[in-house]
C-alpha cells in the first residue's frame, strides 16, 4: 500500500491534469484503490480539472487569515 501511495503521489506531482484512469492505468492499479489513495491518503480532491491538496498549508493559512483581517480593517475604518 505504501508503495502504491508514493508511485500515485509522484504521478500527481509530475502532472496534476491526470484522470484517474489514466493513473490507473499506467501504474497497474484498479481505479477505485487510486480514488481511495488520493483522497484518504493523499487528502487531494479535483478543481478544475487540477488535482489540488484539501487543506491549505499553515503558512499559506496564515497568510489567508493576514489578508482577511487587513480587509477587515479596511472595511471598520471606512464605516467611521
Do not use: A, F
Amino acid at each position: 500500500m505504501e508503495e502504491n501511495i508514493r508511485r500515485i503521489r509522484e504521478e500527481l506531482l509530475s502532472d496534476r491534469r491526470l484522470k484517474l484512469e489514466e493513473i490507473s492505468v499506467r501504474l497497474e492499479i484498479p481505479k477505485t484503490t487510486v480514488i481511495h489513495i488520493i483522497h484518504e491518503h493523499l487528502h487531494m480532491k479535483k478543481v478544475s480539472e487540477i488535482w489540488v491538496p484539501r487543506l491549505l498549508p499553515s503558512v499559506q493559512n496564515e497568510h489567508h487569515l493576514m489578508c482577511c483581517q487587513k480587509i477587515l480593517e479596511l472595511c471598520c475604518g471606512n464605516q467611521k
